[in-house]
């Protein structure tokens, strides 16, 4: 498991960079394995199943863990469930964000990651990123946050005020 350094120059950069890297997993056979492990109790067709089945388990299993001081690390979904099999699952806001995209879009979601800042001035600022789903899976008509690291949270919950970014897979 290698990494890489980006030099990224503005934050929605660094989204969309995010953003790839979810999008190389979603067909791995470790991810999609994944995701239909988890989400093996759902009825087919079970939308609301598969968000709280996958959302539930990434916030059970993937244990918050901050980024070294100097780097901000995109782990890729696939070797993050592989640290998590060998008892070493943890990671920050956007290794869980990517990891619920994958998995999920492995799935057939249409899946975005959305960074979060504080207060109005939509210049930057953003501190936080989580995933959302386009729900139903099937045309889409509203947004649904998922983020598996605000304790007190659940599926659709988003942070208060504030501004946002959303890159959307492709």
Request: charged share 25%; aromatic share 2%; proline share 5%.
């Given at each position: 498991m290698r990494s890489r350094t980006f030099e990224l120059?503005?934050?929605?950069?660094a989204l969309e960079q995010l953003a790839q890297v979810a999008?190389?997993?979603?067909?791995?056979?470790?991810?999609i394995g994944f995701a239909r492990k988890i989400t093996n109790a759902c009825d087919s067709r079970d939308d609301q199943c598969e968000l709280?089945?996958?959302y539930d388990w990434v916030k059970s299993n993937?244990?918050?863990?901050s980024d070294?001081?100097?780097?901000?690390?995109f782990m890729q979904p696939a070797n993050l469930l592989k640290m998590y099999e060998k008892g070493a699952g943890g990671g920050d806001c956007d290794d869980h964000a990517s990891l619920i995209v994958a998995l999920l879009a492995s799935l057939g979601w249409h899946m975005g990651l959305r960074a979060w800042g504080r207060g109005k001035n939509q210049n930057g600022d953003y501190v936080h990123v989580y995933a959302v789903a386009g729900y139903p899976k099937k045309n889409p008509t509203?947004?649904?946050?998922l983020d598996t690291t605000?304790?007190?949270?659940?599926?659709g919950w988003e942070p208060p005020g504030g501004h946002v970014l959303t890159a959307w897979l492709e």
């Open positions: 120059a503005t934050q929605q950069g999008a190389k997993d979603v067909t791995s056979p470790v991810v709280d089945a996958v993937i244990r918050y863990v070294p001081r100097s780097t901000d690390l509203e947004d649904v946050g605000v304790e007190d949270a659940s599926v």
